[in-house]
Nanobody, 125 residues
Framework: QVQLVESGGGLVQAGGSLRLSCAAS????????MGWFRQAPGKERDLVTA????????YYADSVKGRFTISRDNAKKTVYLQMNSLKPEDTAVYYC??????????????????WGQGTQVTVSS
């Protein structure tokens, strides 16, 4: 069992930065890929970025490449999302998710076993 708690969301002006954190409990965190998804009102939940269990392999959606950075600290059981140069279209609820150890890197929501409650990110223009 893995429990995930996100923090760090908020309101920021376009061009600003935010750092999201996702603190995990449970003994299997370090063996799982981790991902950040986001869901805007009326839209589907989409994968933003993901990292393998070691942090060596990462994935970024085209819309955030060069602006967002995912990282993880397995000793602290925490995964981070550094978001720079934020745009109004980044406004969404951001969810942290823990993937199945069977996958090196999860690309679909169905490949993730556990989810956080979400944190709101609002970027004003």
């Amino acid at each position: 069992q893995v429990q995930l708690v996100e923090s760090g969301g908020g309101l920021v002006q376009a061009g600003g930065s935010l750092r999201l954190s996702c603190a995990a409990s449970g003994r299997t965190f370090s063996s799982r890929p981790m991902g950040w998804f986001r869901q805007a009102p009326g839209k589907e939940r989409d994968l933003v970025t993901a990292t393998s269990w070691s942090g060596v392999t990462t994935y970024y959606a085209d819309s955030v490449k060069g602006r967002f950075t995912i990282s993880r600290d397995n000793a602290k059981k925490t995964v981070y999302l550094q978001m720079n140069s934020l745009k109004p279209e980044d406004t969404a609820v951001y969810y942290c998710a823990a993937g199945s150890p069977s996958y090196g890197l999860g690309y679909k929501s169905t490949e993730y076993d556990y989810w956080g409650q979400g944190t709101q990110v609002t970027v004003s223009s």
